[in-house]
């Protein structure tokens, strides 16, 4: 189980004026997705990025990475038209891998381990 203690959120911008409500709302959302975790997160690092400058068109990328204990990291990535929808993107994202992360270990729990199950059937 997770502690009460949060992991450490970076947050960083290339190219993009990172406001005081989409830090807050990022930062709220991020820890609410990862409170549910049952693995340990290390760190968290949010990059935000306009891959076009000041062109416009679809351009704004968010990538999320999780750096996890006893596992490998997670890293997602989603590009929308705007800093907010890319993020929205990429936690809908995350948020799915990390479902599937506790399914997959809510499974390997439950079946029997393979010596096990030899040593009752020899037994």
Request: aromatic share 4%; hydrophobic share 35%.
């Amino acid at each position: 189980m997770m502690s009460d203690r949060q992991p450490p959120i970076r947050i960083d911008t290339r190219g993009l004026k990172l406001t005081a409500g989409l830090r807050a709302t990022a930062t709220r959302r991020l820890t609410r997705a990862l409170a549910a975790l049952e693995v340990g997160v290390m760190r968290a690092r949010l990059v935000l990025s306009d891959d076009n400058g000041p062109k416009g068109g679809r351009a704004c990328r968010c990538a999320l990475t999780l750096t996890l204990s006893k596992r490998q990291p997670i890293h997602v990535e989603h590009t929308a038209p705007s800093s907010t929808l890319a993020f929205d993107g990429a936690l809908a994202r995350l948020e799915h891998r990390l479902a599937r992360l506790r399914g997959i270990t809510r499974d390997s729990k439950r079946r029997p381990k393979k010596y096990y199950v030899a040593r009752r059937a020899y037994a």
